[in-house]
T-cell receptor
């Protein structure tokens, strides 16, 4: 069975500092993808970044990057130069490769950026 | 550039009342999903539609029904609302369920059942 684990319910970071949000996963499928979403207090789900299991390099999108360690089954999100607007819930997700093929989500990490 | 549009944004129901949550996407996506979000539990799949004309149960389907009216629209119905259905509901769509494509989400519906 596939599984996504986010062990940090809450994190704090000083403005302008970098922060790493942890995500570990478990799957038996050799081809898979990891997604990160941001949910600000307004409630919408915003797609941030994607990492494919066969991608040779770690994904980057602006200030977001993925520290993808396939052997350790981890896909941690790194946010550089944190801004106050980064305060939000962050969800790691993976495609369910049985049945619905939906994205199934971890329980999330609440990030608070301190001025 | 509407993306995924959900209505209503907020709703309060009395126990036993019924309602339908509407969802429409304009991205020509094949797959559509309904999730509920509860504190500390992330998002859980209620129902999904892999393509027009098909629907299937997800992780937590009890108390809900769905209709894939056409390729654009996927509605969620609560026939007899219960307090346990108090939650935030999200509709989402993906271009192709068999590929590693991201899901696009609606703004969410905050439902309270009293």
């Amino acid at each position: 069975a596939q599984k996504i684990t986010q062990t940090q319910p809450g994190m704090f970071v000083q403005e302008k500092e970098a922060v790493t949000l942890d995500c570990t996963y478990d799957t038996s499928d050799p081809s898979y993808g990891l997604f990160w979403y941001k949910q600000p207090s307004s409630g919408e789900m915003i797609f941030l970044i994607y990492q494919g299991s066969y991608d040779q390099q770690n994904a980057t999108e602006g200030r977001y990057s993925l520290n993808f360690q396939k052997a350790r089954k981890s896909a941690n999100l790194v946010i550089s130069a944190s801004q106050l607007g980064d305060s939000a819930m962050y969800f790691c997700a993976m495609r369910d490769q049985t049945g619905a093929n939906n994205l199934f989500f971890g329980t999330g990490t609440r990030l608070t950026v301190i001025p | 550039n509407a993306g995924v549009t959900q209505t209503p944004k907020f709703q309060v129901l009395k126990t036993g009342q019924s309602m339908t949550l509407q969802c429409a996407q304009d991205m020509n996506h094949n797959s559509m999903y309904w999730y509920r979000q509860d504190p500390g539990m992330g998002l859980r799949l209620i129902y999904y539609s892999a393509s027009e004309g098909t629907t299937d149960k997800g992780e937590v389907p009890n108390g809900y029904n769905v209709s894939r009216l056409n390729k654009r629209e996927f509605s969620l119905r609560l026939e007899s609302a219960a307090p346990s259905q108090t939650s935030v509901y999200f509709c989402a769509s993906r271009k192709n369920r068999d590929r590693n494509t991201e899901a696009f989400f609606g703004q969410g519906t905050r439902l309270t059942v009293v």
